[in-house]
């Protein structure tokens, strides 16, 4: 099996329509907008550029990012929870969509674009959020048409001098080969079969599942893909980056960007640069603390729970003093 359209993905990447090259002014984009979605409002916000829609109501509905493929669209209630883990839980109506192309304002008049964004208000189909719960602690294995199983709790690696060995990607997890771009193929290794570290984690979520463009290793000439470590996966060319604290946890100012979806990255060794580590934002919890999911050595594999720390982004504690970097896909 090769690329997105492998057994247990939610297909395969989508064929995106042809550019529209006419240039709009701003006014003939609002008539549009207006024409194709009622009475729905843009508001453009910076930091990062984003725009916000709301209904005839005045209610949410989304909000779209600059260069990002990444939607939330505003939606029915949720929990997420992993009792056998942490006492908290995200009450959430948060729905984390990935778009056909990034997107870019005055795209709300586009085909390509209008016949997208119409599907997805009020969809209960599964989304980033929800596929990231597929894989934590007691999560229930879920079987293809093919016999793979392609969700269900999964490890971080096998143990190696006494600790769980990073290096598992996702195609270990699915115990099948994957092809890649440059026509190389990468063999699934058993003693890794259901295992997958932080940044494999991250590629079986946006890459498999929901058809991001995955490759190899760094990157390809003249292929945008998602890469293969966390660092990379930090500065890839499909991340809008949200914010860099440098050496230093970030700032309230900083953290009040994140959105459920976005991706954190963490410096977890000597280096207080080095992003060894990344998660995603599942939103706030009951206990008012952002929080997120990450494959993690010290509970073998994807939790959003509280073993070897908590899981959160601000505050006191291992992983708010560990935060650099945050990006948007």
Not at 61 to 77: I, K, M, N, Q, Y
């Given at each position: 099996m090769a690329g997105a359209a492998a057994a247990g993905s939610l297909g395969a990447a989508p064929v995106l329509a042809p550019q529209v090259k006419e240039k709009l002014d701003q006014s003939e984009v609002r008539a549009r907008a207006k024409r194709l979605f009622g009475a729905y409002r843009y508001e453009r916000m910076s930091r990062p550029d984003r725009t916000l829609v709301y209904d005839?109501?005045?209610?949410?509905?989304?909000?779209?990012?600059?260069?990002?493929?990444?939607?939330?669209?505003?939606?029915?209630?949720?929990?997420?929870?992993?009792?056998?883990?942490?006492?908290?839980?995200?009450?959430?109506?948060?729905?984390?969509?990935?778009?056909?192309?990034?997107?870019?304002?005055?795209?709300?008049?586009?085909?390509?674009?209008?016949?997208?964004?119409a599907a997805q208000p009020g969809s209960t189909g599964p989304d980033a959020l929800s596929l990231a719960m597929q894989y934590v602690t007691g999560a229930p294995r879920r079987v293809d048409g093919d016999g793979v199983a392609y969700a269900g709790d999964a490890g971080f690696g096998p143990l190696v001098g006494g600790q769980r060995d990073q290096q598992s990607d996702f195609y270990d997890y699915l115990g099948v080969p994957w092809t890649w771009p440059d026509g190389t193929t990468s063999a699934p290794r058993p003693q890794r079969y259901r295992d997958v570290d932080c940044s494999g984690f991250l590629r079986l979520l946006w890459g498999y599942r929901m058809g991001l463009p995955m490759v190899a290793g760094a990157r390809e000439r003249g292929v945008p893909g998602l890469p293969r470590e966390a660092h990379q996966i930090a500065s890839s060319d499909l991340a809008v980056p949200l914010f860099d604290?440098?050496?230093?946890?970030?700032?309230?100012?900083?953290?009040?960007?994140?959105?459920?979806?976005?991706?954190?990255?963490?410096?977890?060794?000597?280096?207080?640069?080095?992003?060894?580590?990344?998660?995603?934002?599942?939103?706030?919890?009951?206990?008012?603390?952002?929080?997120?999911?990450?494959?993690?050595?010290?509970?073998?594999?994807?939790?959003?729970?509280?073993?070897?720390?908590?899981?959160?982004?601000?505050?006191?504690?291992?992983?708010?003093?560990?935060?650099?970097?945050?990006?948007?896909?």
């Open positions: 005839e109501r005045g209610a949410p509905v989304a909000t779209l990012t600059e260069g990002a493929r990444s939607a939330v669209f505003t939606g029915g209630h949720r929990r997420f929870a992993e009792p056998a883990s942490t006492r908290a839980h995200v009450d959430s109506t948060s729905w984390v969509r990935l778009a056909p192309r990034p997107w870019r304002f005055g795209a709300q008049s586009q085909s390509w674009f209008t016949g997208w964004f604290s440098g050496a230093k946890a970030p700032s309230g100012k900083q953290l009040a960007r994140l959105q459920p979806g976005d991706l954190v990255f963490f410096a977890l060794h000597r280096d207080p640069r080095y992003l060894s580590h990344a998660g995603l934002v599942l939103g706030e919890d009951n206990q008012g603390h952002l929080r997120f999911v990450s494959s993690r050595q010290t509970i073998d594999g994807p939790t959003m729970g509280d073993t070897g720390g908590a899981a959160r982004l601000d505050g006191a504690g291992y992983y708010p003093r560990a935060v650099r970097r945050a990006v948007r896909l």
